[in-house]
Structure formats: structure tokens, C-alpha cells
């Protein structure tokens, strides 16, 4: 449906997408295939992933890879647990991954941006920690696989070629 | 209090659905539920706040033209909308009644930072923090 030039989506797919969106933010450590996030939205699974980048303007999987970053960033931030130790309660199965993909988002290695958060003062008690936690989201707006040819390139801008 | 906010509104995609689930589900009761044709002026309040009404709208015409209505309708419907915060003395137990009521959580009740919070959300998308009150904790 188009209405005044704008792509509508059907606002009760939304509520359905947005399920599938909730499950990942809570369990962002487990693997959401596509077939299991269709699964939870009741769409089919041809559908899911362009309709969920519709919906939320990155595709399922790295909403999730977003989800990752951020709560391996609040835990190596707000807690002395081992980096292997985050890496595993975060998704990743292998350390090597977690941290070239932790420095293609952030820019930083995970000890490095431990060092720096743990120097700088916070003064977030006061905003619920849900609220926090979005804010320190990383804005991935291209792939990383993008990102990391781009950096190795020395290029800004790039069209995207991910097929969702 | 005889200043301050008296009422804050939500776009509800169904007047009758978020009635039941505001008063039936959350404990709250109904302030005003007046109809005029199409449009219908719908406000609860939580039993302890007498002096604070949460109004429950839907994005519709004659109040709005369809375009905007329709994007409004989108917008709920992907948890867009911004972050509300219930304050309750027992956020496990809250959490434990209100599933049992069949109570859509986004989150399980988490200890941090000297208090407890949950995530739920109504039926049409909004997205509600349930934190408990730091007095109790």
C-alpha cells in the first residue's frame, strides 16, 4: 500500500515484526536464524528479512550484530569479567571473530575501549538502564563487511550491496 | 496538587483492546470514557495517582487525515513510541501477576543499580519499563 508517496506496511505485521525484534534484544547471545524469527512473527520466511529491513531500516541480522556489540560494550564497561568470558556470554563462539568484529564496529579493541570506559567518569544514574543501554547501541547503517573494505580503502561513501 | 501534568496521551490502536488491558491487566481505572460520533475521549489512571490521567487514543480521523493516521498506526505498532516507566513496590511480583494475566514482557525482572526493572509491552506496541520504587529496595 502507498499512501501520500510513502511504502505502508500493515501495522499488525509490525506488531508481529517487532515481537521478533523484542526476543533478539532479550536474548541477543542466542542464534536467530531466520527461520526461528519468522517463526516468532508468523510471517513466512521469504518475507521476514526485507520486511523487517522495512520496518526497522537494518536487516535481522545485524540488528542483532548491533544488540552484540552493545551489551558486550556495557559488560566489559560495568564489569571485571574476562574478555573470553564476554565473548561467550555475548554470542560469539570464537574469540578471534568477537574481537576483529568488536574493532570493525566500535573502532576499538575490546580492552582498549575497556581502559578508556573505565577511566571517564559517568554520569548516567540517573537515566533507567534500558535508556542507557540504547544510547551506547552502535549506529550501523552498513554491513561490516562494508565497513571494514571501506576502512581498508580509505573510502566514506559506498553503495550497499547486502542482500539481505 | 492543584499544578502540573494532569494527562499524557497514547496512540492505542484499538480503544476497547487497550481499555482491557490498562484496566484489567495493569490495575488501572477508568477516568473518562466519552464518545462523540467517531471520536472517543478514553483516560485511565493508576489507583495511586488521582491527580495524573493516561489517555488512550487511537490515530484516527477526524482528529487526523488519513496519511498521517496510518503512519501513526506504523509507528506504534514498531515500539517507536517513547519509553514509559511504571513505578510499582514489587517489581517480581508485579511481574508475576501481570504474566499470569497474560501480559506481554519484552524483559524478565533484572536486579541493577540498587532496583529492579522488567519491560512489557501493551498491545498495541508501547513499551512500558516497570522499575521498582529504590524507597523498597
New interface residues.
Partial sequence: MI??G?V??D??I??R???A???M??ASHEEWPVRRLARVSGVSEAHFARSFKE??GIPPHRYLLTRRIERAKALLRDTDLAITEIAFQTGWSSLGTFGRTFRDVTGDSPGELRAREKAAPHQL?RV????VSAAHRPDLTIAVSEKRRQDADGMNESDETEVP | MSQGVGMVGLYVRDQDEALEFYVEKLGFKVHTDMKNGDYRWLTVQHPDQPSFQLGLFKPASPVLDAGSAQALREIVAKGAMPPLVLVVDDCRAAFDRMRAAGVEFNQEPVARFGSVDAGFRDPSGNGWKMVQSRRKS
Wanted: glycine fraction near 0%; hydrophobic fraction near 40%; aromatic fraction near 8%.
Fill in positions: 499512501i501520500d510513502r505502508s506496511q501495522p499488525e509490525l506488531r515484526l517487532l515481537r525484534k523484542d526476543r534484544d532479550a520496518a526497522f544514574e533507567p538502564v534500558c535508556f
